[in-house]
């Protein structure tokens, strides 16, 4: 690939101006032809000359003096190198009807006299302003289809400067086998450097401040230079008039204008122009985070840059992706004190292999505080990654701590572990920081979990909501943030509302937080977590199609241990109660492989018990007997509380009924039957528990199972409530009772059918009720029953047996619902048969 005539090669801005100009050369003409270094103002006007030669005109090449020629056409490149009182002439000459008078000049937007015959020649024609080339020009101008990379390598190492274009196209296609990209880089750098050669040292001095960052002006220009404000904007303007400098131009292009200028002045200048501006801006007070982190870049070592950094890295605790980076920044820069709050910003943006490996360094600081800190941040990245004994360990080396934060992290886990003698030391460790308000949520947070061991629910509730108070103002990372915790205790209270509304706003606040601030990284230690929590309260309320969605959320995300836990347990859940054994099976056996490498802990109950209810389903419950001797043992340990204990022996009950094991089901029923006392929850669950021992005894009273259902349903457990009352539909041989259960199976699962959260998502919760109610039709009285109990997760034969047809004719009805559908496989259908009647009245 060879580079175009410099004669011919007419930039394209300019060519139907030179067109013009060169079909009637003898006709009179007045145009300003304005650009940058090498924009290509030289090649325009020698094309001009040649036309008026050509034509028989006189041409003159300076400015106008008296005696000249009236006829004689005025073609002026570079005009502003022109004196003042030079381009006062050329203005008079412009003024002249019968004149032509092409000039060419960079612009300069602060010097009147060329302001002046700008002007003038504007009122005539418009300006001619040249400048870079588009990628479409540049693939024109390469010629025939260059590949891709070839225009994109042209286009980020020469910005479209056509004087940086003819050099690296002409290095496009080198010899010797190198890469063209290397080719093309190359060239263009070397270019740069030699057309800056050629510039006057305090241009170049305005160019390397001006090339930091567009937001520098003449008066930072001045403050870093040492000069007055007339000549640092006189600087500037011409700093700006080569073109090299563009806000538009990229941060790569500007950094290889940096770069290249750099090597032309120097190492030691360099050093000394960077210093003089980092303390100018440090003391007007306008040091930007852009700016402070490109010195960083470019090696500049100096404590105050480092302090700076860490500043602006403490200002943007909100933000940890660009508080990472920061933090980063001041370390490259000199600091030695920001490795822990760089550790903490990384955790929290997902990032904590790095941040593991900067807090196994800090674990033998000297510093105590900087070693606590550690502690927390490993022992949340440990718990994160489902390692709750070796967060325990950490702790326990570390001891109390005086810091309320630390503390609560040491109880979080302590409790996790079940070791509540270690909790209760931290959250009594007096702190020595004052009384913030991320103190006191934290205190609060780790007096909950205390509580939550042998109070009633409402004292420990009450004292753990306190603690969400000052969540979006965390210093750090944690264990487990006070959402996912308050969340996690309201499930296992059986307060669905509580649990829905915390994580509904925790889910809600990261979405507007990555909205307005466009920061995908920020909370990523936390985001998933929250989300999968939600998606957990709408599987337990009925509403699977949401809490699919949920799971769907993070189906593609490289998720932590604790979070791929509890996605696989949802997953499990879903599938079992939608009816779909592939799909059970499926997701059954990738939790099994996330829990080979789990340290069971207390926050795990619930997809633990999950587990185990499909394990009596897949008849696998000896896989997974280890784990729960490990959940039994934690409760043990915490002496059975029962706020923690009474889902996991809910779970026993269905893994025992699932087995068809009234031995195993009997431990489970006594402990809910003995926590029924002090827990209307475990009293609602042993009801329920008894209630359906006796339906799948063929002992189905319909006021009985109408009152244990609505019960389930009222704390927050209505996919259990709507199987029960299929379940009772199919065991009575009385038809009226039938029809009254089924009956209540749709009331119950009509009052979740609208999820109560519709802000956490409103485009994808609205998507399956409109899509859902217009199908809903197409279906007819039969198979629209045959939808209902097949979505109980009924075999075909009992969905037979219900509606006195054959099971034939049952797969004959559910073929036909699937083509009507136009679902192509059965999980399809069946989201698609809970999405319309879920909606539907």
């Not at 290397?182 to 305005?206: G, Q, S």
């Not at 000549?231 to 500007?254: I, Y």
Request: proline share 5%.
């Amino acid at each position: 690939m060879a580079g175009p005539d410099v004669r011919t090669d007419i930039p394209p801005a300019a060519r139907q101006a030179v067109s013009t100009l060169t079909s009637a050369p003898t006709e009179p003409v007045r145009i300003l032809v304005s650009g940058g270094y090498g924009t290509g103002k030289s090649s325009v006007l020698a094309v001009v000359r040649d036309a008026l030669r050509a034509a028989g005109v006189r041409l003159l090449t300076r400015a106008p003096r008296a005696g000249d020629d009236p006829g004689a056409a005025f073609v002026i490149d570079d005009a502003h190198l022109l004196a003042d009182d030079e381009l006062e002439a050329l203005a008079e000459r412009v003024s002249v009807p019968a004149a032509t008078v092409v000039v060419a000049a960079e612009p300069l937007a602060h010097r009147q006299p060329l302001r002046a015959l700008a002007t003038a020649l504007q009122r005539e024609n418009p300006a001619v302003s040249l400048g870079s080339l588009t990628a479409s020009d540049v693939s024109d101008a390469a010629g025939g289809q260059p590949p891709t990379e070839v225009v994109r390598a042209l286009m980020v190492s020469t910005e479209g400067l056509p004087f940086l274009l003819r050099p690296a196209m002409a290095a496009a296609a080198p010899a010797d086998g190198e890469p063209a990209v290397n080719a093309i880089v190359d060239a263009a750098r070397f270019a740069l450097i030699e057309r800056l050669r050629r510039v006057e040292e305090p241009v170049l001095d305005t160019l390397l401040v001006s090339s930091l960052s567009p937001e520098l002006g003449p008066d930072d220009v001045a403050a870093a230079l040492g000069l007055d404000s007339e000549e640092a904007q006189q600087l500037v303007d011409r700093a700006r008039a080569s073109g090299l400098v563009e806000p538009s131009h990229s941060q790569t292009f500007l950094h290889s204008v940096h770069q290249g200028v750099a090597a032309i002045i120097g190492a030691a200048r360099h050093h000394d122009i960077e210093v003089a501006l980092l303390r100018s801006q440090i003391e007007l007070a306008t040091l930007s985070p852009d700016l402070a982190m490109r010195m960083a870049d470019h090696g500049l070592r100096d404590d105050r840059l480092a302090d700076a950094l860490a500043e602006l890295a403490t200002r943007h605790r909100g933000q940890p992706a660009e508080a990472a980076r920061l933090y980063r920044a001041a370390a490259a820069a000199g600091a030695t004190a920001v490795s822990a709050r760089l550790a903490d910003a990384l955790a929290l943006t997902g990032d904590c292999a790095t941040a593991s490996r900067l807090t196994d360094e800090l674990l033998g600081s000297d510093d105590m505080a900087e070693r606590a800190a550690a502690v927390r941040i490993a022992a949340s990245i440990a718990l994160h990654d489902g390692g709750a004994a070796q967060a325990a360990d950490l702790f326990r080396w570390l001891g109390p701590y005086p810091d309320a934060v630390v503390g609560a992290a040491n109880a979080v886990v302590s409790i996790a572990v079940g070791d509540a003698q270690t909790a209760r030391a931290a959250v009594s460790a007096e702190s020595a920081g004052p009384p913030t308000s991320i103190a006191r949520a934290a205190h609060s947070l780790g007096e909950g979990l205390l509580l939550s061991l042998d109070q009633p629910f409402p004292v420990a509730i009450t004292r753990l909501g306190q603690a969400i108070t000052a969540e979006s103002h965390q210093p750090g990372v944690t264990p487990d943030s006070a959402a996912a915790l308050v969340t996690l205790a309201a499930l296992h209270g059986g307060d669905p509302v509580r649990a829905r509304s915390v994580i509904g706003r925790a889910v809600r606040a990261t979405a507007h937080e990555r909205s307005e601030t466009d920061a995908g990284e920020d909370d990523a230690f936390a985001v998933h977590r929250h989300r999968l929590l939600l998606g957990w309260v709408r599987m337990q309320d009925g509403q699977l199609g949401a809490a699919a969605a949920d799971a769907a959320s993070v189906a593609d995300v490289a998720l932590h241990r604790r979070d791929a836990l509890w996605a696989a347990a949802l997953n499990t859940a879903i599938a079992r109660r939608s009816g779909d054994g592939g799909a059970l099976q499926k997701h059954w056996y990738a939790a099994m492989e996330v829990l080979a490498e789990y340290s069971v802990d207390l926050f795990s109950l619930l997809p633990l018990g999950e587990l185990w209810v499909a394990a009596a389903r897949l008849r696998q419950v000896d896989r997974l007997q280890h784990a729960l001797d490990q959940a039994f043992a934690i409760l043990a340990s915490l002496d059975d509380p029962v706020l923690w204990s009474v889902p996991l022996h809910w779970a026993g009950v269905h893994a025992g009924i699932l087995a068809n094991s009234p031995d195993a089901v009997a431990p489970h029923g006594h402990a809910l039957t003995s926590a029924a006392g002090s827990s209307p929850f475990a009293k609602a669950l042993s009801g329920a528990g008894r209630t359906w021992l006796r339906v799948l005894a063929n002992h189905v009273d319909a006021d009985e199972v109408t009152a244990a259902a609505r019960s389930l349903s009222q704390f927050g457990l209505t996919s259990d409530a709507t199987r029960l009352a299929g379940q009772a539909a199919l065991q009575t041989p009385d038809g009226r009772v039938s029809g009254a259960m089924l009956q209540l199976a749709r009331d119950l699962k009509l009052a979740t059918a609208v999820d109560d959260e519709p802000s956490v998502e409103p485009a994808a919760a609205a998507a399956p009720t409109a899509q859902g109610r217009q199908p809903s039709s197409r279906l007819s009285d039969r198979e629209r029953e045959v939808a209902e109990l097949l979505l109980l997760g009924m075999p075909y034969r009992d969905i037979g047996s219900q509606l006195f047809i054959s099971a034939k004719t049952v797969e004959h009805h559910v073929a036909r619902i699937r083509r009507r559908l136009g679902a192509e496989s059965r999980s399809e259908m069946l989201s698609m048969l809970r999405a319309m009647l879920g909606t539907a009245s």
